[in-house]
């Protein structure tokens, strides 16, 4: 089984409806992200947490939120859909240590998400 | 500003044909520096972390190198199977702790 799962795989909705993205892990990790990846813009960090009581917005949070349900489960949320939230949705986790080099983030298969 | 460069952002190959991807970065105390790989439609696919200038790791045809300024991701006798987008990530230090900066990428095709 995948370390970390995204539900659903691909959806396709209209404007202004809400959208709930769902991301789980196996890892144990603490730390858990949400990206979007636009052709030609590469990879936008949305939200990240670095555990559950942390959540921090990233460079492009404007019509997004989070919830940490838990240490393996991360949902972002669109409120309101528009088109230009047409992208590609990855979700990642990493296990920090300060003493050991051990960032590595490990990234879900992704979500296509289109509005319409 | 954290700032991550990858070039070139297109490399044709023949098989056999070896090569080097670079990626300049820009950040203010580096914590590490992350290679993936990423299929069309996939999530990115962990391959490298370099740590400090004039580190080096190896994974079958892939070695990454890096310097206090680049790194270099060379392929050697690259296969048609090598075929993806090669990302190029960096962790930094002050506001940027804990977070990557990604690179456009370079999508590499390897011909038969």
């Known amino acids: 089984d995948a370390d970390v799962t995204q539900t659903p795989r691909n959806r396709i909705t209209k404007t202004g409806k809400r959208i709930m993205l769902e991301c789980s892990q196996t890892?144990?990790?603490?730390?858990m992200y949400w990206y979007r990846q636009d052709p030609g813009l590469g990879l936008r960090l949305i939200y990240y947490?670095?555990?559950?009581?942390?959540?921090n917005k990233g460079e492009i949070s404007d019509g997004y939120s989070v919830s940490r349900q838990a240490q393996a489960k991360f949902s972002l949320s669109l409120e309101s859909a528009i088109p230009n939230q047409t992208a590609l949705y990855f979700c990642?986790?990493?296990?920090?240590?300060?003493?050991?080099?051990?960032?590595?983030?490990?990234f879900g298969p992704g979500t296509r998400l289109t509005v319409l | 500003e954290d700032q991550v460069t990858q070039s070139p952002e297109a490399l044709r190959l023949q098989e056999g044909e070896s090569s080097s991807l670079n990626c300049s970065y820009t950040?203010?105390?580096?914590?590490?520096l992350f290679w993936y790989r990423q299929d069309p439609g996939k999530g990115p696919e962990f391959l490298f972390t370099?740590?400090?200038a004039g580190e080096e790791k190896e994974k079958e045809r892939l070695k990454a190198t890096l310097t206090k300024k680049e790194s270099f991701l060379h392929i050697t006798a690259p296969k048609p199977e090598d075929s993806a987008t090669y990302l190029c990530?960096?962790?930094?230090?002050?506001?940027?702790?804990?977070?990557?900066?990604f690179g456009q990428g370079t999508i590499l095709t390897v011909h038969p």
């Open positions: 990642a986790t990493s296990d920090w240590d300060d003493l050991t080099p051990r960032d590595t983030q490990y």
């Open positions: 890892k144990g990790h603490d730390r």
């Open positions: 947490s670095f555990d559950v009581k942390d959540i």
């Open positions: 950040v203010s105390g580096l914590r590490g």
């Open positions: 370099l740590y400090s």
């Open positions: 990530a960096v962790n930094a230090g002050g506001t940027s702790y804990g977070k990557l900066t």
